[in-house]
T-cell receptor, first 114, second 113 residues
Framework: DTGVSQDPRHKITKRGQNVTFRCDPI?????LYWYRQTLGQGPEFLTYFQNEAQLEKSRLLSDRFSAERPKGSFSTLEIQRTEQGDSAMYLC????????????FGPGTRLTVL | DAKTTQPPSMDCAEGRAANLPCNHSTISGNEYVYWYRQIHSQGPQYIIHGLKNNETNEMASLIITEDRKSSTLILPHATLRDTAVYYC??????????????FGQGTILTVHP
């Protein structure tokens, strides 16, 4: 098991473009989370999946953001019409649905919107 | 989830114990204390969690006061690789909780030679 992986690790895009990030969780984990982290701040929760069902979304997740987890395995996070304020580190985490719910984080995707 | 308060930064000499405090005065009876850390350019890493008893694992010890309003994470022999941002998080475990983590700004621990 190689842990949670994210692709790409870095993305530079121009304002107004669409971007998509991928997260591959630990294989036996049925919970998957997306967080966003800006410089000097702790990560902020964006959305959560249990298997393929998206069960919670933060109000931070505007209409330009969409996340999917088809077949309950990998997940994608798409940002449409990117804005400079979307520049951040996007972190993915996965966990088992046990009582303690220890979350394992990936290395993140750093997005820069020019 | 209850709010936590941590000092913004702390220093520690290599080989000495690092004691990181956290205040969570509004913690509820069913809320646990979790600690994560984030080394530069990496995702956060789980360290330890506890309810009311002191806990120890291979990474650290967690001391929770009897009234549960504060806790201390102890790294017994800090190394340069322990330099990171340490986050104290209070949340409900199990039940209907989906387990999302609410991070504050954490404590930047710098371990120096």
């Amino acid at each position: 098991d190689t842990g949670v992986s994210q692709d790409p690790r870095h993305k530079i895009t121009k304002r107004g473009q669409n971007v998509t990030f991928r997260c591959d969780p630990i294989s036996e984990h049925n919970r998957l989370y997306w967080y966003r982290q800006t410089l000097g701040q702790g990560p902020e929760f964006l959305t959560y999946f249990q298997n393929e069902a998206q069960l919670e979304k933060s109000r931070l997740l505007s209409d330009r953001f969409s996340a999917e987890r088809p077949k309950g395995s990998f997940s994608t996070l798409e940002i449409q019409r990117t804005e400079q304020g979307d520049s951040a580190m996007y972190l993915c985490a996965s966990s088992q649905s046990d009582r303690w719910n220890e979350q394992f984080f990936g290395p993140g995707t750093r997005l820069t919107v020019l | 989830d209850a709010k936590t308060t941590q000092p913004p930064s702390m220093d520690c000499a290599e080989g000495r114990a690092a004691n990181l405090p956290c205040n969570h005065s509004t913690i509820s009876g069913n809320e646990y204390v979790y600690w994560y850390r984030q080394i530069h350019s990496q995702g956060p890493q789980y360290i330890i969690h506890g309810l009311k008893n002191n806990e120890t694992n291979e990474m650290a010890s967690l001391i929770i006061t009897e009234d549960r309003k504060s806790s201390t994470l102890i790294l017994p022999h800090a190394t340069l690789r322990d330099t990171a941002v340490y986050y104290c998080i209070v949340r409900v475990a199990g039940g209907t909780s989906y387990g999302k983590l609410t991070f504050g700004q954490g404590t930047i621990l710098t371990v120096h030679p």
